[in-house]
């Protein structure tokens, strides 16, 4: 019972802090948009919101090993609410600008690097691990729901209403996440858990020296990480500029920019329920290579197709894909870490593949600049495809299942 009350506290916090992020992700570019056209300076705002990933979350893994990561998740969430409250209110007083939104999102991705590390390492602690894969898929499923389906609607709706509406109802919807991770149990490391991982660190520095060296020397991760990477590279590099297609070439209105890119939400609900289902049908090792040349495909569609609904049709695809491997690769973290190592080599995973963000989404902006909008897509198509074929080929679904057997006698 405890644990399913636990996982339920998670879940709400978790879900409460997606419907937030929904809501900004129209929000925010919608705000942008209206205040400058520059594909680069669209784009900067990607940078900006990704950098602390490149500048904060090796630290930040380290003190999620160190703290209680239930007070990792409230603090984070309790800083997100105050940075966006204090937005609202600028744009309610006539104050906004591109450096403000800027200095918004940035805050907003520094407590980002804490509550996304800390809430990855929580259900390896409150589920057991032949339920981990379900428990992960209700996670994703619900983040899929929520942050990509339910948020941008609203978002766009209260941009459309007036935009301050959007910033302080993300700022309340931080604030019931912070209030229900305050139900989780204590989250400290034990001290058998120490001893299992074999470290005994002594300061900050030689925290993240472990928790990248456990990352670094697990092959299989690595591999994993460099493709998820690559898929992130590409699709921000067309993700930073998206708004400008669909309310350009596209001609999708802005108010229903939301329902736009809530449409391929469903694909990621669709792929988080039957994960379950299709990874051990199929094997990991094929839902990683579609996870990459779906979203390739999807790419081009979008690059190509002047009809808005064939370009929704390849996104909602690529999202299933996304979605399925999202899973296999948690899953295989949280069963081939150590629960004391795992704040940090989850930090340490998430460099590589959100580090790579920033340079994405500046990368989208430069292309749209010096090729044109729709050439930014077909660039990034043939980008991630060829990435696919060189990467994928590395990581096979017997790898993954040997990784996790091999990993469980230390997990029970």
Known sequence: MRKLSAFGALWTSQGASNAADGILAAAAPLLLA??????????????????????????????????????????????????FALLATAVALGWESVGLLYAAVFVAGTAETLVDNAALTV??????????????????????????????????????????????????????????????????????????AGDSPTS???????????????????????????????????????????TGP?????????????????????????????????????????????????????????????????????????????IVVSTLRQAVVPDALLGRVTAAYRLVVLGVVPVGGLTGGVLAVVFGLREAFVIAAAGLALAAVVLAPRVTSAALREAEVVAEPSRV
């Not at 940078?47 to 409230?74: H, I, K, N």
């Not at 992130?232 to 297609?245: E, H, K």
């Open 34 to 83: 209206s205040l400058t056209r520059d594909p680069l300076a669209v784009a900067g705002m990607t940078v900006v919101q990704f950098s602390p990933w490149l500048l904060f979350t090796l630290p930040a893994g380290a003190l999620t090993d160190r703290m209680d990561r239930r007070r990792v998740l409230v603090a984070g969430n309790l800083l997100r609410g105050a940075g």
């Open 123 to 196: 259900p390896p602690r409150i589920v057991p691990r032949r339920n981990l894969e379900r428990a992960n898929g209700r996670l994703f499923a619900t983040q899929s729901v929520i942050n990509t389906f339910v948020g941008p609607p609203i978002g766009s709706f209260l941009v459309a209403i007036a935009a301050t509406l959007a910033f302080f109802g993300s700022a309340g919807l931080f604030a019931v996440a912070a209030l229900a991770a305050l139900l989780l149990p204590r989250l400290l490391p034990t001290a058998a858990e120490e001893s299992a």
């Open 204 to 246: 900050m520095l030689s925290d993240i020296k472990a928790g990248w060296r456990h990352f670094w020397t697990h092959h299989l991760l690595r591999r994993v990480a460099f493709i998820s990477a690559a898929i992130n590279l590409f699709g921000t590099a067309t993700g930073a500029i998206l708004v400008l297609l669909a």
């Open 250 to 326: 596209l001609g999708v209105p802005a108010a229903a920019y939301g329902l736009f890119i809530a449409v391929p939400a469903a694909g990621a609900v669709l792929g988080s329920l039957i994960a379950e289902k299709v990874i051990p049908l199929i094997g990991g090792g094929p839902v990683l290579w579609a996870a990459a040349l779906g979203p390739a495909a999807s790419f081009a569609v979008l690059g190509l197709t002047a009809n808005v609904v064939v370009a929704l049709a390849g996104m909602f695809l690529a999202a299933v894909t996304t979605a399925c491997s999202q």
